[in-house]
């Protein structure tokens, strides 16, 4: 699977780490920054992984802040992007089959590594489950999102 990986300052040095693991586990990584632990701006990291999931550049994404709050309430700014922060497999999971997530955020001040690649793993493993009642609710959080969404000019 292709996966857009960014991250802020904050959450550097867990991107890194997440990206030698899921480039282990046969992944394609994306790496989208940052690069340093130098400050830098959350909502940067969120436009980018939704731009390469817009662009078709990436299956899914995975965004490190410090708390994963940041950057999931700036991805969640971006059309088409369905994203969560997940302390929990079962939430990791669970986001995917039954709201069709496509963006996993993560805290790094909140985890460690071994939490972070276990929660990316359940994210990553699940599929939409595409049951009627799923499609349905899925269809009205696309709905809503289409009538804030300006058409480009």
């Known amino acids: 699977m292709r996966i857009a990986l960014a991250a802020d300052h904050a959450g550097f040095e867990l991107k890194r780490e997440l990206a030698a693991a899921l480039r282990h586990g046969g992944h394609e990584v994306l790496d989208l920054g940052t690069h340093t632990t130098e400050p830098v701006d959350y909502p940067d990291s969120a436009a980018a992984v939704a731009a390469a999931l817009r662009e078709g550049r990436a299956d899914r994404g995975l965004i490190v802040c410090g708390s994963g709050a940041g950057v999931s309430i700036a991805a969640n700014k971006f059309p088409g992007v369905r994203a969560a922060v997940c302390h929990d497999t ?44 799923h499609r349905r609710r899925l269809q009205k959080i696309l709905a809503i999102e289409a009538q804030f969404v300006r058409p480009s000019t």
């Open 90 to 133: 079962y939430t990791a999971r669970q986001a995917v089959e039954h709201d069709d997530m496509n963006v996993l955020c993560l805290g790094a001040r909140v985890i460690g590594p071994a939490l972070a690649c276990d929660l990316t793993s359940a994210f990553l493993g699940a599929t939409f489950s595409g049951e009627e009642r």
